[in-house]
């Protein structure tokens, strides 16, 4: 089945790779749907003023941006060139490639080198671009395309190659034959203190070495210094990141703001919330506390990362590498790539090019549900640059830079290799557009 224009925006790629969201624009359904998807890659280029022949300033075009139209009727592939043109209309110079009946891959290889500066050439030459577009059946053919349609620029490069910029695939994410749909089973000892209260568990109490040793691929220097935390009680942690529907309830009985839904349908309210700032889930708790006489409250980035770890001492929870990643959690991964640009995803399938329902995909040992991947979470703490004077009883670091919090887990957009339980991050406690979800976490009487 092929979706018209407008279930398909636009996409903006800078030239340093920075995705910006997308925009949509409408049309009509075809009265009769094509076989074949298709879509068309534009590039457009500005003028810059750069040395040429004898070391004399000139004017050529540099190539700044990228914007495409895919999965649309073939019929409406003029039309979708001039939506993309029209959105490019800036730039004195645009360039467009569109898909043939048989390609299912597009590559854009972006070249380190513009020119060779012992050479005059005019500044409409086409070696002076730097992005090549090449549509195939596969990533090796399309890039193949890409490097072969511009053999006259490589030829004039100063030696020092190219690398792909952008990888896009299309196609029906909704009927990914990997896609979950059914919730997995809820842990023994789930308990809800209303109807509308996230399902907590209790984790035992216990020690841990928090951060990350020097041998850990991708670590960063604010996951040190290593140090041992002990968890001196149990506590409840919920299974499940906050949902739009647990939250919808706070928002009806007036002790939270609405905020902009995830996921759509029947499925919607078992998306996990976002865009909420940690101010707004400050505000979240107070009244899940006042609403059921329990002291509700965030996670502490020491608590998270012990539960997160669930007695376990590797990179990830489930221990594996990438290849694992899709049975448990929603990151980046080959899914992801159809709707959107990326480097470096996992060699597998999770069937989410976005946020999922919750519960999904496998829990770790402790029952939880997502807490690497699908939403990034806020946790109490203040931001600071490392663990150095940093609380060793799981109690929350109130020092520091508290305009600043601190997240973790990764999102369904994080990947492999930054999908780390050590992994750290932090925003301004008032930034909510595009911001963490969050989990709560409970005192025990």
């Not at 539960?307 to 080959?334: F, I, K, M, P």
């Amino acid at each position: 089945m092929c979706r018209s224009l407008a279930s398909r925006g636009w996409l903006r790629l800078l030239s340093v790779s920075v995705a910006l969201p997308a925009l949509p624009f409408a049309h009509p359904r075809p009265a009769a749907a094509q076989s074949d998807p298709a879509a068309v890659v534009c590039v457009g280029s500005e003028l810059e003023l750069v040395m040429g022949a004898n070391q004399v300033p000139e004017t050529f075009l540099r190539d700044e941006e990228m914007g495409y139209v895919t999965d649309f009727d073939p019929a409406y592939a003029e039309e979708a060139e001039r939506a993309v043109r029209e959105q490019l209309s800036g730039y004195p110079r645009i360039r467009c490639e569109r898909s043939g009946p048989a390609d299912t891959h597009v590559v854009v290889v972006r070249f380190d080198a513009v020119f060779r500066r012992d050479d005059r050439v005019d500044p409409d030459d086409p070696r002076f671009t730097n992005f090549a577009i090449g549509y195939g059946t596969s990533w090796d053919g399309a890039e193949a395309n890409a490097t072969d349609l511009n053999e006259h620029f490589t030829a004039f490069t100063d030696g020092s190659g190219y690398g792909a910029a952008l990888q896009l695939r299309w196609g029906e994410v909704e009927e990914d034959p990997d896609r979950p749909v059914v919730p997995r089973p809820e842990p023994e000892g789930l308990f809800r203190d209303c109807e509308a209260c996230p399902g907590m568990v209790v984790v035992p109490p216990g020690s841990y070495v928090m951060g990350s040793p020097g041998s850990e691929e991708g670590r960063a220097r604010n996951e040190q210094p290593l140090r041992e935390v002990t968890i001196d009680a149990p506590f409840a942690v919920g299974v499940y990141e906050v949902t739009v529907g647990e939250w919808n309830a706070c928002v009806l009985a007036g002790g939270c703001d609405a905020v902009e839904e995830e996921g759509d349908g029947q499925d919607r309210d078992r998306h996990p919330v976002s865009n909420v700032s940690w101010v707004a889930v400050q505000a979240y708790v107070r009244w899940l506390s006042a609403e059921t006489g329990q002291a509700y409250r965030l996670l502490s980035e020491a608590e998270w990362e012990y539960v997160a770890r669930a007695g376990t001492e590797s990179v990830r929870y489930w221990g594996g590498g990438a290849s694992e990643q899709c049975e448990h959690a929603n990151a980046l991964d080959t899914t992801y790539l159809r709707e959107r640009p990326a480097r470096n995803p996992a060699p597998c399938s999770d069937g989410y090019a976005a946020a999922a329902p919750v519960g999904l995909y496998a829990p770790n040992a402790f029952g939880l549900h997502d807490i690497l991947g699908n939403m990034s979470e806020w946790t109490q703490d203040c931001w600071n640059p490392t663990y150095s004077d940093a609380p060793r009883d799981g109690s929350p670091r109130e020092e520091g830079n508290c305009t600043v919090r601190v997240y973790r887990g990764g999102f369904w957009g994080t990947p492999p290799q930054a999908l780390r339980v050590a992994a750290r991050s932090a925003h301004p406690f008032d930034y909510a557009a595009g911001s963490p979800g969050f989990r709560v976490a409970r005192e025990l009487d």
